[in-house]
């Protein structure tokens, strides 16, 4: 066996925890310093620590999209025309996601290297490069042809807002007025912007701060090393993780709802290859790009993939780079993940969602555990009018994740790429003039099943100042969640305004912009459901009776989709044992 060479085993594990709580304080820090809501109460932000030669070594668990997203502008500042520049106090920001600044523009990431100062270690030659933070959030404004920068129905990435080059925000320690005057001058919300454009630097000066104080305590070569080791444990179980699953070549696909009625539905497809602990995914046959801001870049791609298989073959592997090598992703230039600049890009999320799907979907020909068929849309809306000031209020509504074969899936849930949180109804009404007037469950959204698929949300929002104005992106709006070994699918999702006069509309699809509300007006927004696992036939009626004293299953569902008859007793409702096994049967 051959001899060790890094720290012991205690110590690697010690520096690895201490790595991630770095990276988690980080995170902590952008929150509570921030202004927008979007960040200080939604948590749609990422942090991260990366060693000197650019390796992600920690990161928090935050947002799985952002998982990678930050890989792109540290690698660019290892190379040698930025490396050189690199001193101590610089900040770097970015945002443009074809020059690896991230998946879209309102997601604004910055890059501090951390140097070790001379003296405190022993030694007195030059600062030294020990590694980097970094941080993704998403901003509520950063300009384009809609408030909160972020509509799905865009054709050009230049009307999505500003687009920032990798270029110093700070230097020495303070901050460039100039590049921060940009950035001010291209958002709705100026203030708002400067506010947490600060947060995000002063986090990362605390995790800088954090990492040098672990590499004083303990030497920065027996940091170094110890990160070695979790790089390589996490690629040692990623193939570990791929050994089990047997080898062959395994296929799915699925559709986005189309952008464009004369084109439509636009196919995400893929085929997974294992061989031995290898696995490859190519993405051949996957439609072309859209004309909507639904293209997916290549980070965003990456961070899907990774997710995708961190999920369905181990969640126990290490949120590092350790395993991006060991992952072989190809995709035809050209197609809808892997776009030409300047596709549009503000709405990658929900094709994300949709290459988990066929990720997984290939993955359960192999690995039977992998759940049926989650909500699997972003469903983002966006309200913005003038209050006490111009305001903008971006949410994510949850939907229904999928059921497995031991499991009913769970109601009213972020999946896969996105886990940002819901806004309180409290913080809503105290900051902006709007009403969540309705926040429920949707009876019958989830597959039917041997188990059920989760539940889908209903949110409706009445206006209250003299008008506002609604963009939204959001998919399976025309095809529902898929179900799994017989299972019923989920519902799709829509967004109908109920106008004063008692008038309704129903939204033609997900990706709008400029819906014009009036005071008093409601736009009601209701989520996809989810997949169910199972013949229907095949559930206990006692869990059938249970869904429909809860309210999620209607006695209608129960009898035509369950066969299972209820009648009213003495004791209250109860199931028709003889009627139920005559139509089971």
């Known amino acids: 066996m051959p001899e060790r060479t890094g720290p012991d085993p205690i110590t690697a594990q010690v520096i690895s925890n201490v790595l991630l709580s770095i990276a988690d304080e980080i995170g902590m820090s952008l929150r509570r310093a921030s202004y927008s809501t979007n960040i200080k109460e939604r948590a749609d932000c990422s942090t991260a620590l990366f060693d000197a030669r650019g390796r ?28 050189e520049q690199l001193a101590p106090g ?23 290297p951390v140097f070790l100062p001379s003296g405190p270690d022993g030694d007195d030659g030059e600062p030294r490069l020990i590694g980097f933070t970094a941080n993704i959030a998403h901003h509520s404004d950063v300009g384009g042809h809609v408030p ?23 230097t020495g320690g303070e901050v460039i007025s100039d590049v921060v005057a940009f950035v001010l001058l291209n958002s709705r919300l100026p203030e708002e912007r400067r506010g947490d454009l600060l947060a995000q630097t002063s986090a990362l000066r605390l995790g800088g701060a954090r990492l040098v104080e672990l590499c004083v305590k303990y030497g920065v070569e027996t940091v170094e090393a110890a990160c070695e080791d979790m790089l390589g444990y996490a690629a040692t179980r990623l193939a570990v993780a791929v050994e089990r699953i047997p080898d062959g070549r395994y296929h799915a696909q699925d559709f986005l709802d189309a952008d464009d009625a004369e084109l439509g539905p636009i196919p995400v497809a893929v085929t997974v290859t294992v061989d031995g602990s290898a696995i490859a995914l190519d993405f051949a046959g996957t439609g072309r790009e859209a004309v909507v801001a639904i293209n997916v870049v290549r980070s965003a791609l990456e961070a899907t993939v990774y997710y995708a298989l961190k999920a369905a073959l181990d969640p126990g592997i290490p949120a590092n780079g350790g395993f991006f090598d060991a992952v072989t992703i190809t995709a035809p230039e050209g197609c809808l993940v892997n776009p030409r600049e300047p596709a549009p890009v503000a709405a990658r999320t929900d094709a994300c969602q949709r290459v988990a799907d066929v990720v997984f979907a290939a993955l359960a020909q192999a690995v039977p555990e992998i759940p049926a068929g989650s909500h699997s849309s972003i469903t983002y ?21 999928g059921a497995g074969p031991e499991l009913d899936g769970l109601d009213a849930v972020q999946v896969h790429v996105t886990n940002s949180s819901n806004l309180p109804i409290e913080a809503l009404e105290a900051e902006y003039p709007l009403l969540a007037e309705r926040y429920e469950l949707v009876p019958d959204s989830g597959g039917a099943g041997r188990r059920r698929g989760g539940l889908a949300v209903r949110r409706d929002i009445r206006i209250l100042s003299d008008s506002a104005e609604f963009s939204a992106h959001a998919d399976r709006q025309s095809i529902g969640p898929h179900g799994s070994h017989g299972g019923d699918d989920g519902t799709p999702g829509h967004f109908t305004v109920v106008r ?57 569902a129960a009898r035509d989709r369950y066969r299972v008859h209820l009648v009213e007793g003495p004791d209250g409702l109860g199931v028709d044992e003889d009627a139920t096994v005559s139509a089971r049967s």
């Not at 909160?148 to 700070?170: C, K, W």
Request: overall charge negative.
């Open 500 to 556: 004063t006069d008692g008038s309704r509309e129903r939204l033609p699809g997900g990706r709008v912009s400029g819906i014009r509300l009036g005071e008093g007006d409601v736009m009601s927004i209701e989520s996809p459901g989810a997949g169910g696992y199972g013949d229907p036939r095949d559930r206990d009626p006692a869990l059938v009776l249970r869904d429909v004293v809860d309210g999620r299953v209607s006695p209608d």
């Open 148 to 170: 909160g920068s972020n509509s799905g129905d865009s054709t050009s990435i230049f009307m999505e807002g500003l687009r920032i080059p990798l270029v110093r925000f700070a």
């Open 381 to 401: 809306v966006n309200f913005s009018g003038v209050g006490d000031g111009f305001y903008v209020y971006p949410e994510v509504i949850a939907g229904g994740s």
């Open 90 to 112: 610089d900040v770097y920001i970015t945002n443009d996601p074809y020059s690896g600044g991230g998946t879209h523009l309102p997601d604004i990431t910055m890059v501090a």
């Open 56 to 83: 992600l070594v920690a990161q928090a668990e935050h947002i799985p999209i952002h998982m990678g997203s930050m890989v792109g502008a540290v690698r660019r500042l290892i190379a040698p025309e930025y490396l």
